[in-house]
């Protein structure tokens, strides 16, 4: 009875095991869940970029006024900052000598006019003398060389005059165009001089200018703006200022300079704004934003696309099967949230935006296409 009872327990125990087996192989581990993300189709498109170069504001036109003649500066008609017209009074230096020396020039000159005029009289009458035998030769060619030196003195009290009245003029330093003054480098009372001393600045400031540098290779690009008529309205330049703020005003290429320059490989470029609000002010520094419209289409890919290993970038590329392949990329230039690729991949291809970090190579996906 008890041998019945063991072999009964002993087949119920196989079974089990048996059972047990069966089930272990009806639930082995089942294939890895595809990784759902966001796809991308690459396609070449027109990039326009934006270039950003330091800019640094500069006047069109800019005199410095300074002292024509010696004296005592007795006189300031404007005040520091105003603005000014062509031809307006500026300065006063004391004319007190020059209106005396103007005067006695003016004197010289009547006297060597009259003088003339009576050498003249004398030529003449010795010369119908002499036609008549009344008076010897040798006196009609003294009364003709007093003449002729008569003649000269006139010339010679002209031009003392002539300098004698510019020099009355330059005591009154005035404006020599339409601008603003800065401010006066020198007060009432000081002894200014002739040709050095320097009383102020005056600059126009509408039209203004701001100058940049660009690197050589960009020359025939920028003379190429330079002669397109368009590039006012296509807002091609605008003008970042240090707060940030945007100079709405469009600018024109008015000049390249002339050289590059040896030692950095730059060359100057002038751009010109309007300014009749005076918002530009000579000296800012400001950053000049020039769009630049790639000649021909390239590949364009979103930005966020793109991880960076050991220094590389990759992008992942939707493969065969649904998996993924890492590939190597060179980079061009950014724009808004995408980027250029230079080299690594082909137009028409598909690649991965979202999703990236549970990815690795061969992990198959479930792929879902982003709008383009």
């Known amino acids: 009875m008890k041998s019945n009872f063991n072999s009964t327990a002993s087949l119920l125990i196989g079974i089990a095991l048996l059972s047990a087996c069966g089930n272990n192989k009806e639930q082995a581990p089942a294939a890895p869940a595809a990784v759902p993300v966001t796809t991308y189709k690459v396609e070449s498109e027109d990039v326009t970029i934006t270039e950003s170069y330091p800019g640094v504001v500069v006047p069109l036109n800019e005199v410095e006024l300074r002292a024509q003649v010696n004296g005592y500066l007795t006189a300031i008609f404007v005040k520091d900052g105003q603005k000014v017209s062509k031809g307006q009074k500026l300065y006063e ?21 009259a003088n003339y005029n009576k050498y003249k009289k004398d030529a003449e009458r010795y010369t119908n003398l002499a036609k008549q035998e009344a008076v010897a030769k040798q006196r009609v ?12 003195q ?10 004698a009245e510019a020099n009355l003029k330059r005591s009154v330093i005035v404006s020599p165009l ?26 126009a400031n509408d039209p203004i200018a701001v100058d940049i540098a660009i690197n050589q290779q960009d020359i025939p690009r920028f003379l190429s703006l330079k002669n397109n008529t368009n590039s006012v309205k296509d807002s091609v330049f605008s003008i970042e200022l240090t707060d940030k703020s945007t100079y709405k005003m469009n600018g024109s290429i008015i000049a390249v300079d002339r050289a590059v320059d040896p030692g950095s490989g730059t060359i100057k470029v002038r751009i010109s704004y309007p300014n009749a609000g005076g918002k530009l002010l000579s000296g800012m520094t400001c950053n000049v934003k020039v769009l630049n419209k790639s000649p021909e289409k390239q590949l364009v890919i979103p930005y966020k696309a793109i991880t960076e290993q050991l220094g590389e970038n990759l992008v992942y590329v939707l493969g065969d099967s649904s998996k993924v392949q890492q590939r190597l990329v060179k980079l061009g230039n950014t724009f808004s949230d995408k980027i250029v690729i230079l080299k690594g991949l082909n137009s028409g291809e598909t690649i991965i935006t979202d999703g990236l970090q549970n990815l690795r190579p061969g992990t198959v996906v479930k792929a879902q296409q982003a709008k383009q």
């Open 93 to 113: 230096i004391d004319r007190t000598n020059y209106v005396a020396a103007y005067n006695a020039a003016k004197a010289d000159l009547q006297v060597a006019k």
């Open 154 to 163: 006139v010339a010679v009290a002209q031009a003392s005059l002539s300098t």
């Open 178 to 203: 339409n601008g603003t003054i800065g401010i006066s480098q020198v007060r009432l009372g000081a002894l200014v001089s002739q040709g050095s001393t320097l009383l102020n600045t005056v600059s």
């Open 141 to 152: 060619d003294y009364a003709i060389t007093d003449l002729e030196n008569a003649s000269s």
